[in-house]
């Protein structure tokens, strides 16, 4: 018998029953359930992560959808306990599914939704302030100016990286990756190298307009270059920023060989997920090279940080926060329970994951459809024609 677990309840006679695993921010996606006849049960424990177990338990014998989070592991387990209970669909919270095992999902006919888009400008631009913040040493001048030890302007104190004029590159241009390198481009005039398995034309065809821009108005114009690989990228670009999915390709793609290429004073920033540094060598590599500085919102073994990390001041850390405002939040929520909504109700499928705005309207009932389903072609699952 499964230990009980402390939720809250909304809308008690609902004919479906959803559960969420975390509270979420807003309230539009609660009351979206609950309109639509779903009696939605939000996940009170206190402890952050929740396990296989505790997520047993909230499934029980009757569930017909679940909204979880980055932090739990979806896998077989899960996806039959679910399937059992007579569920067909599940969200993450998150636009990264890492954590979910989709083939089991597969396997047990669960649809898996998951919510790009909604926050790909929020999480570019931790990614550009992690940058900036790294460049210029903004977190060790603060912690400086706070132990009192500030006593007067000195021509060497805190001196950083200029970013103006000098070469960005993006690993993974796809949504984030490409509005980073627009911010990164247009706010600091730097140059673009990329590397990506698919060419990003639109990126390319930003860089090339705003280059004709600059050089118009007497400026030198920016330029960009689709690199060949990604060592090009680590060994020609100052301030490097990674945005690719974590897969078997991903997992530890910079390593120790990877770091010995890029240039002594170069910045690296990771917003994507932590296992893709190999974070041991990280720390190794930034002893050793006390101008390389890193800005990172993740690590390899949340929330842990490998040993010796939090002690480099070469070393930027904050907490997984790059898609942390209101809005956003509020957004993933309603695209996650939308997500699970739309499968219960037999919706189909929007056409384009990567235009969700009409989701995401306050003052509009929702399109009739999933906003993004990873499995729908495996599932064969039907698309919106809105
Ligand atoms: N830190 C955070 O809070 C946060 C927030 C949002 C997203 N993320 C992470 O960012 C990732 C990217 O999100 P997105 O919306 O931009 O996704 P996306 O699918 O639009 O972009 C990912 C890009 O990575 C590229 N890619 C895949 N394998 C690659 C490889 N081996 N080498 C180079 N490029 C490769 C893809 O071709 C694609 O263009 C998510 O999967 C998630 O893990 C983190
Ligand atoms: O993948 C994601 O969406 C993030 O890591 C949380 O916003």
């Avoid at 499934?59 to 959808?65: L, S, V």
């Avoid at 926050?119 to 100016?145: G, H, K, N, P």
């Amino acid at each position: 018998m499964a230990k009980p677990i402390s939720i809250e309840v909304w809308n008690p006679s609902g004919k479906y029953r959803v559960v969420s695993t975390k509270s979420m921010p807003g309230t539009r996606w609660i009351r979206l359930l609950t309109d639509n006849d779903c009696r939605l049960e939000i996940c009170t424990e206190t402890k952050t992560i929740l396990s296989v177990d505790d997520i047993l338990a909230l499934i029980g014998d009757h569930c017909h959808g679940v909204i979880g989070q980055l932090t739990e592991d979806w896998g077989e387990v899960l996806f039959s306990a679910l399937k059992r209970a007579g569920g067909t669909a599940f969200s993450n919270m998150a636009v990264g599914y890492n954590n979910v095992d989709v083939d089991a999902a597969n396997r047990n006919g669960i649809a898996i939704g998951n919510t790009p888009g909604v926050l790909t400008e929020t999480t570019a631009e931790l990614a550009a302030s992690l940058s900036v913040a790294a460049a210029r040493r903004i977190v060790e001048a603060d912690q400086f100016m706070r132990a009192g030890l500030y006593d007067g302007w000195l021509p060497h104190l805190f001196v950083g990286n200029l970013l103006k004029g000098q070469t960005v590159g993006v690993i993974g241009a796809g949504r984030i990756g490409s509005a980073y390198a627009r911010m990164m481009i247009e706010g600091f005039k730097m140059n673009l190298i990329y590397f990506d398995l698919y060419q990003s034309t639109r990126l390319e065809k930003f860089v090339t307009a705003y280059g004709q821009f600059l050089k118009a108005n007497g400026e030198p114009p920016v330029t960009w270059k689709r690199a060949s690989s990604m060592e090009e990228v680590l060994r020609e670009a100052d301030v490097i920023s990674l945005h690719p999915v974590l897969d078997k390709t991903t997992y530890h793609l910079i390593n120790p060989e990877r770091l010995a290429m890029m240039k002594k004073e170069a910045v690296l920033v990771n917003a994507s997920r932590g296992p893709v540094i190999d974070e041991v060598a990280l720390v190794e590599h930034l002893k050793a090279n006390p101008m390389f500085r890193v800005g990172l919102d993740v690590f390899e073994d949340e929330p842990y940080m490998k040993p010796g990390l939090a002690e480099m001041k070469n070393a930027v850390v904050v907490p997984h926060i790059a898609s942390a405002s209101k809005w956003t939040r509020e957004g993933m929520a309603t695209l996650a329970a939308l997500n699970v909504l739309g499968k219960i109700k037999g919706y189909p499928v929007w056409g384009n994951p990567n235009a969700v705005e009409p989701f995401l309207d306050e003052n509009a009932t929702p399109p009739p459809a999933c906003p993004s389903i990873v499995n729908s072609k495996q599932l064969g699952l039907p698309s919106s024609k809105l």
